[in-house]
């Protein structure tokens, strides 16, 4: 189901939106505008008392995964997204700081001493700590602009019973210009309220209660409006990118790689590694997918889909052979890394060792 105005936009090469019931797969409507899709998730603030700090001077926090220790040890550590220092006066060893919980949490009612670290360096412990709760906020609406509905839709704008309105879950499916699907996201979608659209013709504007609906992070959407104009054609685009959007950016690529049907090269096939870039963990990701697959190609995340990869269905079979350029890069920045645990880790080796084990054997240049 596409209307004239959605053809046309297609044929401009916009980015298209489809709304799909998930149980059964029937389509709400499609558009090609979506406002309210990028913001900031709440974030969790803590304080920490009796802040020491480890290493040379008080790091820039701004922008870094960060994982808290407990002391106690069945407990487990949890990660901190997007990291900020927010206050810490001179003379005090009080320390402020806020950002992303993962989907776990701190862990419920404990106070004690918490130890932290960025995956490479621990930052510095405290002896206690305790989480702020700030107020309540509304989130913004998450608005379909120029929706074509479907009938189904039509008929439940039309009754207009809170039950109607309703539409639980449901799936939007975000293709690029070019037609290619791009990503979906899970929305739980009650309809707030809804009018003519200003791009004419029987289109509609829907506004959705977005309480259920986790926005995309900001510092993420200019990656997603260079990946809508179509995948990349030239490796390293992202080499320019922090690590945070690296990671924002391999995201795009695994839901990507993951839903193309790869054709696995002959074995024998000999690969090239570019690895100038390799400074963090999604940049070593991101570089063996371009080397194996090409421009925004995909060949692992961790090495658990590293492993999955090698076995075939991603583009490779082995044996094969790798030729890894610049790979001082990596062992410089790789080779002493930290479990979320706080353990030492050589992640450099633990990925030639993998890469071996899958019958690729590696030159480094």
């Given at each position: 189901?596409?209307?004239a105005v959605h053809e046309d936009e297609m044929a401009r090469g916009s980015a298209l939106y489809t709304l799909t019931e998930t149980e059964h797969g029937h389509a709400w409507?499609?558009?090609a505008e979506v406002e309210g899709l990028f913001g900031e998730s709440e974030r969790?603030?803590?304080?920490?008392?009796?802040?020491?700090?480890?290493?040379?001077?008080?790091?820039?926090?701004?922008?870094?995964?960060?994982?808290?220790?407990?002391?106690?040890?069945?407990?487990?550590?949890?990660?901190?997204e997007d990291a900020e220092r927010l206050e810490q006066r001179p003379g005090t060893d009080r320390l402020v700081l806020?950002?992303?919980?993962?989907?776990?949490?701190?862990?419920?009612?404990?106070?004690?001493r918490v130890r932290v670290h960025d995956g490479r360096r621990w930052l510095g412990s405290c002896r206690e700590f305790t989480r702020i709760l700030s107020?309540?906020?509304?989130?913004?609406p998450l608005v379909l602009r120029g929706l074509a509905p479907s009938e189904r839709l039509r008929a439940a704008l039309a009754k207009g019973t809170r039950r109607a309105l309703d539409l639980e879950e449901a799936c939007l499916e975000i293709r690029d210009r070019h037609g290619e699907r791009l990503t979906d996201l899970i929305l739980w979608t009650t309809i707030k309220a809804w009018s003519p659209s200003s791009r004419g013709g029987d289109l509609i504007d829907l506004e959705f209660d977005a309480r259920g609906f986790t926005p995309v992070p900001e510092h993420a959407q200019p990656l997603w409006e260079r990946w809508?104009?179509?995948?990349?054609?030239?490796?390293?685009?992202?080499?320019?990118?922090?690590?945070?959007?690296?990671?924002?950016?391999?995201?795009?690529?695994?839901?990507?790689?993951?839903?193309?049907?790869?054709?696995?090269?002959?074995?024998?096939?000999?690969?090239?590694l570019d690895g100038r870039y390799i400074t963090d963990e999604p940049a070593l990701y991101l570089a063996l997918g371009e080397a194996v697959n090409g421009p925004?190609?995909?060949?692992?995340?961790?090495?658990?889909?590293?492993?999955?990869?090698?076995?075939?269905?991603?583009?490779?079979?082995?044996?094969?052979?790798?030729?890894?350029?610049d790979a001082e890069t990596?062992?410089?920045?790789?080779?002493?890394?930290?479990?979320?645990?706080?353990?030492?880790?050589?992640?450099?080796?633990?990925?030639?060792?993998?890469?071996?084990?899958g019958g690729m054997t590696v030159t480094l240049a």
């Open positions: 189901m596409m209307s409507g499609v558009c969790g603030t803590y304080e920490l008392f009796g802040w020491v700090s480890q290493g040379a001077g008080m790091p820039a926090w701004a922008g870094r995964r960060v994982w808290l220790v407990p002391d106690d040890e069945p407990l487990d550590v949890w990660l901190l806020t950002g992303l919980d993962d989907y776990e949490g701190p862990p419920e009612g404990y106070r004690g107020a309540e906020r509304t989130p913004p809508l104009t179509g995948p990349p054609q030239t490796v390293n685009t992202w080499a320019g990118l922090d690590t945070r959007r690296r990671g924002a950016w391999h995201d795009l690529v695994r839901e990507r790689g993951c839903r193309l049907s790869h054709h696995d090269r002959p074995a024998a096939h000999a690969y090239e925004g190609g995909y060949f692992g995340g961790c090495l658990a889909a590293l492993d999955d990869c090698l076995r075939g269905a991603f583009g490779y079979t082995a044996p094969a052979t790798l030729i890894w350029r990596a062992r410089e920045h790789l080779s002493r890394t930290l479990t979320p645990e706080g353990e030492p880790y050589d992640l450099f080796t633990e990925v030639l060792e993998a890469l071996t084990a």
